[in-house]
């Protein structure tokens, strides 16, 4: 078998080693690869996810419903003991699933030693910015402990998302340092995760899963591990090509929503209808993608991964990447904006924000979900609190007891609540908000998310 990249049976072909051409090293990785193809196979392989957050705790999941070993490893012990008392935190996963794959084996767990003969580690961990800067501290941290456990023919896969090199420059050295050797020894790789927490047509299972190695044997492992879990998996030569498929996809959402909620704004001097233009334009079949505007983006992708790539091309080549420079500069604003039009009807009502009630709308990131991570509502919330508003914030998703920020008062979004408002702001389109209702109600409304229009209601959409 050909080395770096080059594997000429093809990730899904059968592993024939090409013995005249063969080194020690290859004979011995060989026979890692196929006692770890074969145990993947039998399902007797344990399996341990590092990180049980929105992507690790899924990923876990999925592994225990095809009948692998399965460990959830987590630093957070409030987490840890949630998962062993069936109480899941990510919206997604309901506790009946968290119990039931309890009862079939799976162990969440804060101690490393548990995590000792593990024959596949996923690493599933936060990558942050830290003042703008990729923060891979996490990352690091999590190779550490899987340096501390790691033996031969085991399969490594980071999944976090992250600049290109990644995998090669900081992950393997760390592996390395045991004295095993990525490629023949244990193997490498690095596969996105692609979900879209509260889709209901596309989830882990039938999102095609982009998989990677350091070298020919190590994708067929990572290529193998994930064939157990989704319906497709899209082999690609490097582990920066697929570091960097990851961030092309949320480079491209970014960039397109930035430009929606740019001509949101210039429609709006233009005294076009944008959602009416969008709706138009989506009837193309072809060259044209629809996106909407909103008031900001939020989560823990989109204000992020872009600029882990302008951050990488910038270290690498000198140069700004200016489509996400700019596609920053306006997503950013767009709260600044919402707070314009919030002014602007208020002021036509011949009132002040200082002292208006206003009833906002949803705090999670976009609908259908309890993450809140970068959400645009908290920046509309505390610009408004600056501007002496009375706030209150209504977000079904949300746990009880929230503390929302800016000191808005959690309410349910009753009809009471939406009566008593002088401004009500919808912030995400979370199913529960009825649009018939808002309609009926009479109240002042700011739709940021075009939920009421071509409806009839007192007020705006973005
Ligand atoms: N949330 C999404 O929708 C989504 C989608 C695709 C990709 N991603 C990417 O996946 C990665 C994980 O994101 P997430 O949303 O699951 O984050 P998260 O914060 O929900 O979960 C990460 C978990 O890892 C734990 N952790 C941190 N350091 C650890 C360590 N050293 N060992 C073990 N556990 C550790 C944290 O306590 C946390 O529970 C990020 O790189 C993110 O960009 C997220």
């Not at 993947?40 to 590092?50: H, K, N």
């Amino acid at each position: 078998m050909a080395r770096d990249g080059q594997n000429e049976a093809g990730p899904h072909g059968p592993f024939r080693p090409s013995v005249p051409s063969c080194t020690v090293g290859d004979l011995v990785s060989a026979s890692h690869l196929d006692s770890l193809l074969a145990k993947l196979e039998e399902r007797s392989a344990t399996v341990a996810i590092v990180g049980q957050g929105y992507v690790g705790l899924p990923v876990a999941m999925r592994c225990v419903e095809v009948g692998h070993q399965t460990i959830g490893y987590e630093v957070d012990p409030r987490r840890v003991a949630m998962l062993l008392a069936a109480t899941s935190y990510v919206g997604d996963i309901p506790d009946e699933q968290l119990g039931a794959a309890l009862a079939s084996g799976y162990r969440p767990t804060d101690q490393i030693d548990d995590l000792a003969g593990f024959d596949v580690a996923v690493i599933s961990v936060p990558t942050p910015l830290a003042e703008g800067i990729p923060d891979l501290s996490f990352v690091e941290s999590a190779s550490n402990t899987i340096a501390r456990v790691l033996r031969a023919g085991s399969v490594v896969i980071l999944e976090s998302t992250t600049y290109p090199g990644t995998t090669d420059e900081l992950v393997r050295p760390i592996l390395e340092a045991t004295g095993l050797r990525a490629g023949e020894d244990f193997f490498l790789g690095y596969s996105p995760e692609r979900i879209d927490p509260g889709n209901a047509t596309f989830g882990f299972v039938n999102t095609p899963k982009v998989v990677s190695g350091v070298d020919a044997s190590s994708l067929r492992a990572v290529d193998a591990f994930f064939s157990t879990l989704v319906d497709k998996t899209v082999p690609v030569k490097s582990c920066r090509e697929a570091e960097l498929v990851k961030l092309l996809e949320n480079t491209f959402r970014h960039v397109n929503i930035a430009l929606v909620n740019e001509l949101a704004m210039f429609a709006d001097d233009l005294g076009v209808d944008i959602w009416s233009a969008i709706d138009a334009a989506s009837t193309k079949p072809f060259g044209y993608m629809r996106f909407t505007p909103g008031p900001g983006v939020g989560g823990h992708c989109l204000p992020i991964d872009p600029s882990y790539l302008s951050w990488s091309v910038k270290r690498r080549s000198g140069h700004p990447f200016r489509f996400v420079e700019l596609a920053n500069d306006v997503n950013e604003h767009m709260p600044d904006y919402v707070v314009q039009r919030v002014t602007r009807m208020l002021n036509d009502e011949g009132r002040a924000v200082r002292g208006a009630r206003i009833l906002l709308l949803g705090f999670a990131y976009k609908a259908g979900t309890s993450d809140w991570r970068e959400s645009p509502s908290v920046a509309v919330a505390e610009l408004l609190a600056e501007l002496g508003a009375d706030l209150r914030g209504a977000d079904p998703y949300l746990p009880a007891g929230a503390v929302l920020p800016a000191n808005a008062a959690l309410v349910e979004a009753s009809a009471a609540e939406i009566d008593a408002a002088d401004l009500v702001v919808l912030l995400v389109d979370h199913p529960e908000f009825e649009p018939d209702a808002l309609c009926r109600s009479g109240a002042l409304i700011l739709d940021t998310k075009g939920a009421l229009r071509n409806r009839s209601f007192r007020g705006e959409t973005l």
